[in-house]
């Protein structure tokens, strides 16, 4: 398939071939016939991407006081690599799309193969949406009108926050796509509507709509006009769906409004506040939520979960088919506001069309190519490759941001010879398969594990599917690096556990890694070689500052990321077992208690390990610190000395003969040695870390879990 994507470090907006998506439960596949390029959105998104770095920062000033942060904890060179590493990662541009339904998931009911339907899929020949996130298009709808749909939801939206009835009287500020639209479903609700804005062409639209219209430009008062237009009352309400730094709208808006006014802000506008506008009138303030109840819900969007309607009217998808309903009785009118028409193939001319004209609206994007020529599971990036089966020939499962910021360059500079790389969506898998050299991008993990020329596989996956893909690639044959942790329960680690017992009775001599690369990181192995001649128990502190992470993110759903402890904690289980040198005998942990302003407290919580050569350690996971606090702290407590390593830069000892510090001058978290330590096992036939240890640390890390969870 193609799709358009955007490169938010070069600016660079282009068509990509990658790797059709696979259909997943409570999804469709949809081959596109239509889509509208957002002029508001899309703009500012590829306005963006071609602004320079100083820039970049002046528009985000939170985002530059987040990276001052990493750079006094991580240092200045680690820092840079990540910021540079996230503005490289492929934006898929676009959200209003119209198609033919190809391929329905499990549990998607009320669509079938042939329905037209209009989603918030990207620009793309195919797309894979929700269900909750489409609708089925009336028959007297066509493609190009039904192509407004989202947009027109999210003016709906915010429509629908400020309660207008029959005979108010109502403005909205700025007159662009979403603007237009609100101005027509405000007056389908029998209201009387004011447009403002800038351009002369787009009020001539608002007028041509019923509207009464204001120039600020021409030297028009805002404030001044919209008293007359109420008859001297001030306004009902007022709409913002302008995109401006300036505080002029809201300020305008509560000046106009009548007492009890309503404002609702669909746009982005500056927000310092006059308390005393506010005040006096008693004016309501909201800001609108793109299309409606259900967005940014995961079970509403991805798991299908509806809410019911006598209790949510109109959520997302609702919003949508009430569009379509005006559409299709005439009510409201999109033709005029289309102003470009471009083939899917020239989508670059089109975005600088829409940098230059600043007064265009509605550009589409048409798909005229056959559908059957559109489908492919993969895409060759490199055939001049030619491999030495004698050696890893690596498949990758994943190529999120971890993976394609650490992982893939780890095993690159370790010298892997890349062969494919898999994901569900297919765009990541061409962008950093062609950046590290992969003969293949593939969206069929399956079929890439039947590929007798792939050797072993990478999983870099969400936590949940680990054990699942661990499990199939040993029982293809692979050796197999997993991205830890290796299993979110026992019932997944059991699996992997006797499909790598399999192997060992078939004499398959195959490797299987967790990615636990702190313990391979050049201060730990000097720790470790300082520990070597201690031959009495040794006391552990390691602390990790992990921060605080939203309650519904998806490593803190233990059926998804299985929790933080199992997912992260695990770095620290394995460190301490690692320095320790000895088998885990014992284990306590405890959280903080329950309470009513704490949503997550497993993520803060304390665990003390016992060895079987007397030595212990306690591990303090808190994600209730500061970000300026060292993320991660090791201390070592033996023989009458002390070892101290601040985040992977700084080691210093105390008391400790021969030795006082090893600093670096970029942090190193080991995953350069990791990578390089398991392709070298693998022609070696010396496992880098041993099975019994890597199922060892698995199991007492969901054993910590389990504790923590039944207090």
């Known amino acids: 398939m193609r799709q358009v994507i955007q490169n938010l470090s070069t600016g660079e907006t282009e068509v990509i071939h990658s790797p059709s998506p696979v259909i997943t439960p409570n999804s469709i596949i949809v081959s596109s016939r239509v889509s509208l390029i957002s002029a508001g959105t899309e703009r500012m998104l590829v306005g963006f991407g071609k602004a320079s770095y100083l820039e970049k920062a002046y528009q985000q000033p939170d985002k530059v006081k987040m990276v001052l942060e990493k750079i006094t904890t991580d240092g200045l060179v680690t820092t840079v690599d990540s910021v540079r590493s996230k503005l490289a990662q492929p934006l898929p541009l676009g959200y209003c799309n119209v198609g033919v339904v190809s391929d329905v998931g499990a549990g998607v009911s009320g669509l079938k193969a042939g329905d037209r339907v209009v989603s918030n899929g990207p620009h793309a020949d195919i797309v894979k949406v929700p269900t909750n996130l489409c609708a089925r298009i009336p028959d007297v709808v066509d493609d190009e009108s039904a192509s407004f749909v989202v947009v027109a939801s999210i003016g709906l939206q915010g429509i629908r926050l400020a309660e207008p009835t029959l005979g108010e009287a109502f403005v909205v500020i700025g007159a662009g796509l979403i603007g237009l639209l609100t101005v027509q479903l405000l007056l389908a609700q029998g209201c009387r509507v004011l447009a403002i804005d800038f351009d002369?062409?787009?009020?001539?639209?608002?007028?041509?709509?019923?509207?009464?219209?204001?120039?600020?430009?021409?030297?028009?008062?805002?404030?001044?006009?919209?008293?007359?237009?109420?008859?001297?009352?001030?306004?009902?309400?007022?709409?913002?769906?302008?995109?401006?730094?300036?505080?002029?709208?809201?300020?305008?808006?509560?000046?106009?409004?009548?007492?009890?006014?309503?404002?609702?802000?669909?746009?982005?506008?500056?927000?310092?506040?006059?308390r005393a506008d506010f005040y006096e009138k008693e004016l309501k303030f909201q800001v609108?939520?793109?299309?409606?109840?259900?967005?940014?819900d995961p079970s509403y969007e991805y798991m299908g979960q509806d809410y019911p309607l006598p209790f949510v009217r109109w959520t997302e998808q609702r919003n949508f088919e009430a569009v379509l309903d005006m559409l299709a009785n005439g009510s409201l009118d999109v033709k005029p506001l289309i102003s470009h028409r471009f083939a899917f193939e020239d989508a670059r001319m089109a975005y600088q069309v829409l940098?230059?004209?600043?007064?265009?609206?509605?550009?589409?994007l048409q798909y005229t190519s056959a559908d059957e020529s559109r489908s492919m599971s993969k895409v060759k990036l490199n055939t001049d490759l030619s491999f030495n089966l004698d050696k890893p020939v690596m498949g990758f499962i994943g190529a999120g941001n971890y993976a394609s910021r650490m992982l893939i360059p780890a095993f690159k500079a370790a010298g892997a010879q890349f062969h494919t790389l898999a994901t569900a969506g297919g765009i990541n898998s061409v962008v950093h398969g062609e950046k590290a050299g992969f003969a293949e991008a593939s969206t069929d993990a399956t079929e890439m594990l039947t590929n007798s020329d792939i050797n072993t596989v990478a999983v870099v996956t969400r936590h949940d599917s680990h054990a699942y893909f661990v499990a199939q690639a040993l029982e293809a044959g692979k050796h197999v690096f997993v991205e830890k942790p290796l299993a979110i329960d026992i019932a997944g680690l059991e699996r992997v556990e006797s499909a790598y017992k399999a192997t060992i009775d078939d004499d398959k001599r195959l490797h299987l890694m967790v990615g636990f690369n702190r313990r391979f990181s050049p201060q730990v192995k000097k720790i470790k070689s300082l520990l070597e001649p201690v031959k009495e128990p040794k006391s552990f502190i390691m602390t990790m500052n992990a921060g605080s992470i939203p309650a519904d993110y998806w490593t803190q759903d233990n059926a998804i990321g299985g929790g933080r402890i199992i997912g992260e904690a695990c770095h620290f289980i394995d460190l301490m077992r690692y320095l320790a040198g000895s088998e885990i005998v014992s284990v306590q942990a405890r959280r903080m208690g329950d309470h009513p302003s704490v949503p997550v407290t497993e993520d803060k919580a304390s665990i003390t390990l016992g060895f079987a050569d007397g030595s212990f350690g306690t591990i303090?996971?808190?994600?209730?610190?500061?970000?300026?606090?060292?993320?991660?702290?090791?201390?070592?407590?033996?023989?009458?000395?002390?070892?101290?390593l601040d985040n992977f830069r700084k080691l210093k000892a105390f008391g400790w003969k021969g030795f006082?510090?090893?600093?670096?001058?970029?942090?190193?978290?080991?995953?350069?040695?990791?990578?390089?330590?398991?392709?070298?096992?693998?022609?070696?036939?010396?496992?880098?870390?041993?099975a019994d240890e890597i199922f060892e640390v698995a199991r007492v890390s969901i054993e910590i879990a389990e504790q923590l969870r039944s207090q």
């Open 200 to 274: 002369e062409s787009k009020l001539a639209l608002a007028r041509q709509f019923g509207a009464e219209t204001c120039n600020p430009g021409k030297g028009e008062d805002p404030v001044a006009i919209g008293m007359a237009f109420s008859r001297g009352q001030g306004v009902d309400g007022v709409i913002i769906t302008a995109s401006t730094k300036s505080n002029d709208p809201v300020t305008q808006a509560a000046k106009m409004c009548r007492k009890r006014g309503r404002i609702i802000l669909v746009g982005v506008t500056g927000l310092e506040l006059s």
């Open 288 to 296: 609108s939520c793109s299309y409606g109840p259900g967005r940014y």
């Open 355 to 364: 940098l230059e004209d600043k007064a265009s609206l509605g550009t589409l």
């Open 620 to 644: 303090l996971y808190l994600a209730n610190g500061a970000s300026t606090f060292p993320k991660e702290r090791v201390e070592v407590f033996a023989a009458g000395g002390v070892l101290q």
């Open 660 to 690: 006082k510090k090893m600093n670096l001058w970029k942090q190193d978290k080991g995953q350069k040695a990791c990578a390089a330590a398991f392709l070298e096992s693998i022609q070696t036939g010396n496992p880098a870390i041993s």
